[in-house]
C-alpha cells in the first residue's frame, strides 16, 4: 500500500505527542479583538520551541518513511553581518523532479535577558525562498493557541510533500501554487495575482511559460510515488 499525506500526519501527531511539551489555547476563540498592550508583548516566548520540535519531527517521519536525505546546513551571513538562520536541515527527495525542503530554526532575542522566541522557516530549494515563517509575529495580540500554530507548520511541509508545488520570486513579489491553493504578495509592482497563479499552475502542468523579467521559478512533484 501506498503512502499518502494522511499517513505521514498521523505518524508525525504520534510522535510528537510523546514529547510532553507545551500547548495552549486561543486567548480569542469567539474572535474578540486584541487589547493595545498585547503587540507590545510576548508574554511566554519559550513555549514556541513547538515549532522547531515539530519540524524536527517531520524530519524524522520523512527520511524513515520516504527515504529523504537529512544534511544539516551551515548558516551563512546575512548583510547586515549576522547568521540568517541558527540552525537547519536540507531535505532531499528521492524523487529527482520534487523539490528540496529546508527547515530553518532561529533563535530570536527578546527583552527579556536571556529570552528568546524560536521561529521557523520553511524553504524550498535553498535559504531565502521562503514559503512560511512561523510564528509569523509571537506578539500576544497575534497569538491564535498551539494548535493553530502546529497546523500552519504541517500545512506548509504537506504542501510541499504532497506537491505538485511552485514558487515564483521576483526582486518585489512572491508567488506560490499548489493544488489546494495559494497566495501572493507583492509591493505593487508584480503582475497581477491570477496571472502569476496561472504562470503556477501551467508550470505545474509541464509547460513551457515566459517569465518576467528577473523571476526564479522553482517547481517540483509530489514527493510521493
Known sequence: METTVADLQALV?????RLDLPSWPDPR??????????????TDPGRYRIVHERARVWAAVL????????????????????????R??????????????????????QDEADATLAVLEVCVTRPGVVVALQPDCGCDACDSGSQDLLEAVDAAVVDVVGGPFVVLQGRT????????????????RGPEFDVAFDLCRRLAAGETV?????????HGSSWLG
Open 13 to 17: 501527531l504520534a510522535r510528537y505527542e
Open 29 to 42: 476563540p469567539d474572535g474578540g479583538s486584541p487589547r493595545e498592550e498585547e503587540y507590545s508583548r510576548v
Open 63 to 86: 527520511a524513515e518513511v520516504l527515504g529523504a536525505s537529512v544534511e544539516e546546513i551551515v548558516p551563512s551571513t546575512g548583510r547586515d553581518g549576522r547568521p540568517e538562520f541558527d
Open 88 to 109: 537547519g536541515l536540507r531535505l532531499t527527495p528521492q524523487r529527482r523532479d520534487a523539490l528540496a525542503l529546508l527547515l530553518l530554526e532561529r533563535d530570536v532575542a
Open 173 to 188: 513579489w512572491h508567488a506560490q501554487w499548489h493544488p489546494g491553493g495559494g497566495s501572493a504578495s507583492s509591493d505593487g
Open 210 to 218: 515566459h517569465l518576467p523579467r528577473h523571476t526564479e521559478a522553482f
